[in-house]
């Protein structure tokens, strides 16, 4: 068992209201595991549970993008797993029931059980809906530890991989599963809208799975340049065109794109993404714009008469394991990424740079080891 008692965590209250606390450490059952936080990413739905966009499920420990290593474990676990302490591992956000008829099929993101005390469906999901009250308490990665029981999905890592590869495993299997999802073929022709983390990383998966030519669409200039970085051969300021669907076919040559993958978490992104594949093409959605966000979009002239596949991915089930390879090649300049670290107690600062997009932002992350600047 690790040495410390107690793990410290932030902790939203309430919309808007975020303090730092700590907990005591659980005895640990047979088949459960404790991870010690190494690295937590921020991501924007962080910053949309803060502001109640996303229900209510007060109070809560935040971050879904954790890697660590194993702190202690059941002997169950050691032997079910074939982990060790010591171990570094990545824990998917999600904590299915395996029994529903979702599970049942392979599709576990869509967990039908109800999350603890939620009252609401949606599955299981670290940092996002399971209440700090939720014994033991230990289910968000803004935190020194977290709890992983028997339901958690966990991964080994490399013992080599760089911390600040590792952190990115979460939204590049989000990038994979959208691939996935949008049956990406080789040589097919791919934009991407957003440039987000996951838009950036969604490039290189996409280079990686044999995609012909990537293009990336965004609004903000140094997030493009580094676009081509992972993969892009062209990119598209899309506050510079009145038509993007024009300004892509111009791009490729007088064709529209096989696949479009939308990251933006935007409405408008999301039309854009509509109209800017060929007929019969396939669009991805995998952006979260918040709740009571509407699309729309025209139902003859926009979906029946061009007979698009439209296909919302929802986080990062089946992704892992392509994204975890694939960091591990080291293909890419996946460092590059993560632009800024901050303390657990400067959360409130790392917040506000995101939300600024000041200095360069790219990818901020939390290091519960580090100290206050």
Same mark, same amino acid.
């Given at each position: 068992m690790d040495a410390s008692t107690t793990a410290r965590q932030v902790v939203f209250d309430g919309v808007g209201a975020v303090r730092i606390d700590s907990i005591g450490l659980p005895s640990l059952g047979h088949d459960d595991v404790l991870v010690r936080i190494a690295m937590v990413g921020i991501c924007a739905t962080?910053?949309?549970?803060?502001?109640?966009?996303?229900?209510?499920?007060?109070?809560?420990?935040?971050?879904?993008?954790?890697?660590?290593?194993?702190?202690?474990?059941?002997?169950? +676990? &050691?032997?079910?797993? /074939? !982990?060790?302490? %010591?171990?570094?591992?990545?824990?998917?956000?999600?904590?299915?029931? /395996?029994?529903?008829?979702?599970? $049942?099929?392979? $599709? @576990?993101?869509?967990?039908?059980?109800?999350?603890? +005390? =939620?009252g609401r469906d949606g599955g299981r999901q670290y940092g996002?809906?399971?209440?700090?009250?939720? +014994?033991?308490?230990?289910?968000?990665? @803004?935190?020194? @530890?977290?709890?992983?029981?028997d339901a958690a999905v966990i991964h080994t890592m490399p013992s080599g991989l760089p911390w600040d590869h590792a952190v990115l495993v979460e939204p590049l299997a989000v990038a994979h599963r959208a691939l996935a999802r949008g049956r990406l073929r080789p040589g097919e022709d791919v934009v991407i809208i957003g440039p987000g983390p996951v838009g950036l990383l969604a490039a290189a998966?996409? &280079? *990686?799975?044999? *995609?012909?030519?990537?293009? !990336?669409? %965004?609004?903000?200039?140094?997030?493009? *340049?580094?676009?081509?970085?992972?993969?892009? #051969?062209? !990119?598209?300021? =899309?506050t510079t065109v009145e038509d993007l669907p /024009?300004?892509?076919? #111009?791009?490729?040559? /007088?064709?529209?794109?096989?696949?479009?993958?939308?990251?933006?978490?935007?409405?408008? +992104?999301?039309?854009?993404?509509? &109209?800017?594949?060929? $007929?019969?093409?396939?669009?991805?959605?995998?952006?979260?714009?918040?709740?009571?966000?509407?699309?729309?979009?025209?139902?003859?002239e926009d979906l029946l008469t061009r007979e698009i596949d439209v296909l919302p991915s929802f986080l990062s089930a089946g992704g892992f394991e392509p994204a975890i390879?694939?960091?591990?090649?080291?293909e890419f300049p996946f460092h590059e990424l993560v632009t800024h670290r901050f303390a657990?107690?400067?959360?409130?600062?790392?917040? =506000?740079?995101?939300?600024? $997009?000041? #200095?360069?932002v790219v990818k901020a992350v939390l290091e519960p080891r580090r100290t206050k600047e």
């Open positions: 962080d910053l949309h549970l803060l502001a109640g966009h996303i229900g209510d499920p007060f109070p809560l420990v935040p971050g879904h993008e954790f890697v660590g290593e194993v702190a202690a474990l059941g002997d169950g +676990a &050691r032997v079910k797993r /074939g !982990i060790a302490v %010591g171990d570094h591992v990545a824990v998917e956000m999600l904590l299915p029931c /395996g029994a529903c008829a979702r599970c $049942r099929e392979g $599709r @576990y993101n869509l967990c039908e059980k109800d999350a603890p +005390a =939620s996002v809906n399971i209440p700090r009250t939720t +014994a033991p308490g230990l289910w968000g990665g @803004y935190a020194e @530890y977290l709890f992983a029981p998966a996409a &280079r *990686a799975s044999g *995609a012909g030519r990537v293009i !990336i669409v %965004g609004t903000r200039p140094s997030r493009l *340049a580094l676009a081509r970085r992972f993969g892009a #051969d062209a !990119i598209v300021d =899309s /024009g300004a892509v076919r #111009d791009v490729l040559g /007088g064709q529209l794109p096989d696949l479009v993958v939308e990251t933006a978490g935007v409405v408008n +992104a999301q039309v854009d993404a509509v &109209r800017s594949v060929r $007929r019969g093409g396939r669009v991805v959605l995998a952006g979260a714009c918040g709740a009571g966000q509407t699309l729309g979009v025209l139902a003859d390879a694939q960091l591990n090649r080291g657990l107690d400067d959360v409130e600062r790392a917040f =506000s740079l995101i939300e600024s $997009r000041a #200095d360069g």
